[in-house]
């Protein structure tokens, strides 16, 4: 229903959290599924059913140390928010006089 509504530019990408749901959107017509917060293990039944057919993106408590077994499942996008949320801050001051 997006679809009919928006440009024919526009993707619609659907965030799911199981096989059951993955299969849905992209049945539903969904050009992109984000997998959240989805084991590895997960992952790769969707991946081996979708692969090729719509664009598969693992989200969600991805690492450094373990981006790598995110990456061997196939999927075709790997987001992280890990810089983001887990930079430490840093409290730094700037007096400027008038001169």
């Not at 928006?6 to 539903?28: G, H, L, N, P, Q």
């Not at 077994?69 to 730094?92: M, N, P, W």
């Amino acid at each position: 229903m997006v679809k009919e509504r928006t440009s024919f530019m526009r993707k619609v990408e659907v965030e799911v959290s199981t096989y059951e749901d993955a299969i849905r959107a992209y049945r539903a017509g969904a050009d992109a599924i984000l997998l959240d917060n989805m084991k590895p293990s997960d992952i790769v039944p969707i991946v081996e059913e979708l692969k090729g057919k719509v664009i598969l993106e693992a989200s969600g408590g991805i690492t450094p140390g373990n981006v790598i077994e995110y990456a061997r499942t196939g999927v075709d996008v790997i987001s992280s928010g890990y810089i983001t949320h887990s930079a430490r801050s840093l409290d730094l001051t700037m007096d400027a006089e008038r001169l």
